[in-house]
């Protein structure tokens, strides 16, 4: 069973940086993609960032040029380093690991919130 806990979580004003990780029981270069996804209220989960195990990556359009995946092999830790961040980004924010439609895991959660 794969165990995905995310971090870095917070409160933040508009405009400003948080960088989210997700630290993972196995080796996150073996999984075929890894990607983050949010909820908020009232919202289905939507894909936020994607990355391939062979690093392609790709981003929702409302996050393209704001957010940056990527992944550390040696740390089994993915990352999304989140600038310019906006009211709108507020949600839950989960870790995906994916080996197949039937063989994936997702971490519990960690709340991010755009606030002045």
């Known amino acids: 069973q794969v165990q995905l806990v995310e971090s870095g979580g917070g409160l933040v004003q508009p405009g400003g940086s948080l960088r989210l990780s997700c630290s993972a029981s196995?080796?996150?270069?073996?999984?075929?993609?890894m990607g983050w996804y949010r909820q908020s209220p009232g919202k289905e989960r939507e894909l936020v960032a994607r990355i391939t195990s062979g690093g392609r990556t790709n981003y929702a359009d409302s996050v393209k040029g704001r957010f940056t995946i990527s992944r550390d092999n040696a740390k089994n830790t993915m990352y999304l380093q989140m600038n310019s961040l906006k009211p709108e980004d507020t949600a839950v924010y989960y870790c995906?690991?994916?080996?197949?439609?039937?063989?994936?895991?997702w971490g519990q959660g960690t709340q991010v919130t755009v606030s002045s």
């Open positions: 196995e080796s996150v270069f073996l999984f075929n993609a």
């Open positions: 995906n690991a994916y080996y197949t439609l039937s063989d994936q895991y």
